[in-house]
């Protein structure tokens, strides 16, 4: 006879998922002997009230980075993809489909134990699975086996599993990071990492230029981070001697290129989730896109508004008719960095002592020779901002000239 396979569901809002949560799902698996634990992060929890759930996109991607190493763990997208409310009978039933020589195990927190005959259809949860759950404290420890006496009278099955206490708690998680503290302890590193890439559960209203760090660090690699620092200190030394605001010009240099590893299809998801439209060559050109997605970014996912900070990072590569001091400071400072070694940067630093305008004619003349010679399509914004600057530095020339024939 085909044995029975065991499987467990493990739903929850995950929102993040942690070390207490993987924890407790491998001492499942060993107590229940089981082929399989699937975590299954909920759509909108009908238990919780929060409406700081973050996408279920973000808690799906942290559930999968966290089992990596367990074979026996499997994420299910079923709830998320579902939408709505996650009702524990649908999702039950939807798995009796999928798998249906199985046997059914459901776990779910002491708090979820305690009311679950008032959810929704609790008789389908308790003939399809046996309900699995574990004691946060000892009080909880008789609630809860008085409770399974009750629900063992409506012909429940249950499981209470009591394991080592934990402190950690996702509410806790959330709580440090607005805080900035640290959560090494708490999740799997790959979470972590993730946490910060994505800006997750952080305090927007707060500039602090040591969790930007770890966002950078989160989302490039040491050469480019090396260049973000060496940008916002450039841009800052520019600023400084322009008379550009130099808090924004250190802020829009250190963020520049925060979307510049970031894979092109997710550039353009951010473009699209901001709203931006893209002009033409800017759509056939995904070099010009980690610009874009980056101050897509910094003004929605990492909710800095600032207008001047965010052209600043929009038109780092491409430049644009008339930009703002704050704007030529950051498009200048990207080609005059400390690490910059290319032919002609001493020529670009010297013109950056002198000009704005003329570091920004040389920058351009560069970029737009060389797209021309490798026959690419150069930004309208590119040949405005081009023009602009040659019919400036013409019309500046004449003047000069007839002033000096007037003085003579
Ligand atoms: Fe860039
Ligand atoms: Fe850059």
């Known amino acids: 006879m085909k044995q ?32 399989k634990l699937l975590l299954i992060p909920t759509g909108v929890p009908p238990h919780k009230t929060d409406l700081d759930i973050i996408y279920g996109e973000h808690r799906l991607n942290m559930c999968r980075l966290a089992v990596q190493d367990y074979k026996k763990i499997e994420v ?16 039950l039933r939807q798995l009796k489909e999928i798998y249906p020589d199985s046997e059914f195990f459901v776990i779910m927190g002491a708090d979820m134990y305690m009311t679950l005959d008032t959810w929704h259809e609790p008789d389908t949860i ?55 503290g640290v959560i090494t302890k708490y999740v799997d590193p790959k979470v972590e990492k993730y946490i910060y890439a994505n800006y997750l559960y952080m305090n927007k209203a707060v500039i602090n230029y040591e969790r930007f760090d770890k966002v950078l660090k989160a989302r490039m690699g040491e050469k480019r981070y090396i260049h973000s620092v060496n940008v916002a200190t450039e841009a800052k030394r520019l600023a400084t001697k322009y008379g550009a605001d130099v808090e924004k010009a250190r802020l829009a240099g250190i963020l520049h290129d925060i979307a510049k590893e970031t894979p092109a299809d997710e550039q353009l998801k951010i473009i699209q989730r901001a709203y931006i439209k893209l002009n033409d060559v800017e759509s056939q050109s995904p070099k010009l896109w980690h610009a874009i997605a980056g101050a897509a970014f910094v003004r929605y996912f990492m909710g800095i508004e600032d ?43 010297a013109l950056a002592n002198q000009s704005l305008e003329d570091a920004m004619t040389y920058g351009l003349s560069f970029s737009i020779s060389d797209l021309a010679k490798r026959r690419l ?32």
């Not at 739903?11 to 002997?33: D, E, M, R, S, Y």
């Not at 308790?126 to 004691?135: K, Y």
């Open 377 to 408: 399509a150069i930004d309208p914004n590119s040949l405005a901002c081009y023009n602009e600057m040659v019919l400036k530095a013409a019309a500046n020339n004449k003047k000069t000239s007839n002033n000096e024939k007037n003085t003579k």
């Open 126 to 180: 308790f003939s399809l699975a046996t309900v699995c759950t574990v004691p946060r404290n000892n009080d909880e420890l008789e609630q809860l086996n008085a409770k399974e006496s009750e629900y063992s009278k409506r012909g429940c099955k249950t499981i209470i599993l009591d394991l080592k206490k934990s402190d950690i708690s996702a509410t806790k998680i959330r709580k440090t990071v607005f805080n900035d």
């Open 307 to 349: 207008e001047d900070v965010f052209n600043a990072i929009r038109y780092h590569t491409s430049g644009r008719a008339n930009m703002s001091l704050l704007e030529k400071c950051i498009f200048i400072a990207d080609f005059t960095g400390a690490e910059r070694d290319y032919d002609g940067v001493d020529e670009m630093r």
């Open 4 to 35: 029975q396979k065991r499987i467990a569901m493990f739903g929850g809002t995950f929102n993040p998922i942690h070390n207490a949560h993987i924890n407790l799902a491998l001492a499942f698996i060993k107590k229940l002997k089981l082929d």
């Open 76 to 91: 299910s997208d079923i709830e998320v993809k579902r939408g709505g409310k996650s009702y524990t009978a649908d999702t």
